[in-house]
């Protein structure tokens, strides 16, 4: 963990490398340690003559020079001390330094992790190479490199196995810093590694002042073990990613996403109220039906445009079903819907057979307000890309490290907020204010208020909070509609607003602190003796893929390079070359 890696490795200080007779180190290693990195600083290599429990000399490699240590043990203690020291070499640098058999992978790790770069997941093995030689003039093979990066980071976060051991003792700490927090670890018989979940204390508490609408996902994790890291998020009322729960597990199967979902449970119970969004992964589907029979299942409608581009070509067809999905009244829907089959009827036999209840908003049973994809869990995936490949406890303490950044950014971006509703709703409600200054309003009774905007003629009921647009009803926000009305019955358009987007809200939301582990306070002996170790590795065949293949329709929403334009060497017009020039 963290707190013995600090223990065992400090940072390395170059300059405190110089030898002199009468030094002590507490063992052999730490002076075989000591003199492989001094062979680095000083650019030379060395040779041992002889090596004993009690005794260690060293040579310079180079043959005829006086360049020579010998340390040895006194009595039965495991500290040597230098007896003899030649500092000066007597050969020329140049051969000296044409070799380097010394500068092993974890003494160059070391060197490397303290002096020279970054350890991100974007750095390769021939940038370390690039590096070393640059700063000590030492060549390095292509997976000498890939060892010295290897080692490098094991030092700054730990091994992947070591990663799995710390597992329960980490759990158990983090309960402790964060009352209210939620933790499971699930092994097999035989101690290895199955699944995890986390829910930290102020996320569970916060989630009372969000809107009831849960988007779950899953991700690939890099590294020799794999595994896939599951993410529950919510939005808080100033539209932004709200983390929930997290989760790790194997693979995606039945059995792994149902135990995500009971765990879940005991954080966002089973109600009528609630609406949970995710792709069409058929275990999602199955947990979903088993673990939450009453909430509302809704699929992520960016995924439905995906596999639509996949299977059926036609931009127009592409664009007719998201209106479809998108529409507020059952007739606008039903009218697009029509039409989809008349252009294409097996298309519409497809829609039909993915549950209209399921993507199509004017269907869906529950509250799923403006969350129609799971674009938010994607945006999380990118957040945490550069963790994927951590060991599994550094991959938990960058979500804590994020999440307490969040909350305590978010918690002082409230406080600072001067108006009821949050800046984002404000903002959106700015568009719709002008709006509704163009529109001719007429009451029609003390409940009724008829809108005339363009050519649409819609009926409010402020009392109510419903429009015949059904976007004040389905979002619980005022309509450029609803908003006409306000004004004309000079009723604050605020009121017409769900708590969930009031400033206040959103300070509850995030009143909780995401606390960092305390080192100082021993684990206690029946968790320290909690087994876990790493799954078997499941490797596929082929190399390994770091990021996966994008959909046409994430190429074809990709910005396009503008190509350069020819530029004539006669003229210097463009859009033309010299032989088809017509100036000249």
């Given amino acids: ?58 040579t310079c490699w180079v043959h005829g020079c006086r360049w020579r240590v010998r340390a040895c043990r006194q009595g039965q203690s495991p500290e040597f001390y230098i007896r003899l020291y030649d500092a000066e070499h007597t050969c020329s640098v140049t051969e000296r330094s044409n070799r380097s058999r010394q500068a092993t992978a974890d003494i160059l790790g070391t060197i490397y992790r303290d002096l020279i770069g970054d350890i991100d997941p974007s750095v390769r093995p021939r940038h370390v190479g690039v590096a070393i030689n640059k700063h000590f003039g030492i060549k390095m093979e292509y997976w000498k490199a890939h060892r010295t990066l290897k080692f490098a980071r094991e030092l700054e976060m730990g091994s ?99 135990w995500f979902f009971t765990q879940l449970k005991l954080v966002v119970p089973d109600n009528n109220g609630l609406a949970l969004i995710s792709d069409r992964h058929k275990s999602i589907g199955k947990a979903i039906r088993k673990v939450y029979p009453l909430a509302a299942r809704g699929i992520c409608t960016y995924h439905l445009y995906k596999n639509i581009l996949v299977r059926f070509r036609g931009g127009n067809l592409f664009r007719l079903v998201k209106k479809a999905a998108n529409c507020y009244r059952m007739d606008e829907f039903q009218s697009v819907f029509d039409e989809i089959e008349t252009l294409h009827p097996v298309l519409h036999g497809y829609l039909e057979r993915a549950d209209v209840r399921m993507w199509a908003r004017v269907h869906f049973p529950g509250d799923r307000y403006n969350l129609t994809t799971t674009n938010i869990a994607e945006s999380m995936n990118k957040v945490l890309a550069k963790t994927r490949s951590f060991p599994i406890v550094r991959i938990l303490e960058e979500i804590r490290l994020m999440m307490t950044r969040w909350f305590n950014d978010r918690r002082e971006d409230a406080l600072a907020m001067k108006t009821t509703l949050t800046r984002g709703v404000e903002k959106l409600l700015e568009d719709r204010v002008s709006g509704a200054k163009q529109a001719t309003v007429q009451t029609i009774d003390s409940r009724h208020i008829q809108v005339i905007c363009g050519s649409s003629l819609h009926v409010v009921n402020l009392d109510s909070k419903r429009c015949t647009c059904r976007r004040f009803d389905i979002d619980k926000l005022p309509c450029v509609h609803a908003i006409a009305a306000a004004e004309h019955k000079n009723v604050s358009r605020v009121s017409l607003c769900h708590p969930y987007y009031f400033s206040q809200f959103l300070g509850n939301a995030y009143a909780g602190s995401v606390m960092p582990n305390d080192f100082a306070v021993p684990v206690p002996d029946d968790v320290g003796i909690q087994v876990c170790t790493p799954p078997i590795p499941r490797n596929q065949p082929g190399r390994p893929k770091i990021s996966r293949m994008k959909s046409c329709l994430e190429v074809a929403s990709e910005k396009k390079r503008r190509r350069k334009q020819h530029t004539c060497s006669l003229c210097k017009k463009e859009g033309h070359n010299a032989k088809t020039c017509i100036n000249h």
Avoid: C
Wanted: charge should be neutral; avoid cysteine.
């Fill in 1 to 58: 963990m963290e707190s013995k890696r600090t223990k065992t490795f400090t940072k390395l200080d170059m300059s405190s490398l110089n030898l002199a007779v009468g030094q002590r180190y507490e063992s052999k290693e730490e002076l075989e340690k000591i003199l492989k990195l001094l062979t680095v600083r000083d650019r030379f290599d060395f040779d041992v003559p002889i090596s004993r429990p009690d005794t260690y000399i060293v």
């Fill in 160 to 258: 992947l196995e070591r990663g799995y051991e710390d597992l329960p003792a980490y759990l158990h700490m983090i309960r402790r810093a964060n009352r209210g927090t939620l933790t499971r670890l699930n092994v097999d018989d035989s101690g290895r590694f199955k699944y995890l979940f986390i829910a930290f204390g102020a996320s569970i508490s916060g989630f009372n002042f969000m809107r009831k609408v849960v988007v779950v996902d899953g991700t690939f994790l890099h590294g020799k073990y794999k595994g896939t890291l599951l993410t529950a998020l919510a939005q808080d009322g100033n539209f932004q990613i709200f983390p929930l729960a997290f989760g790790v597990v194997d693979t995606e199967n039945d059995d792994s996403w149902q």
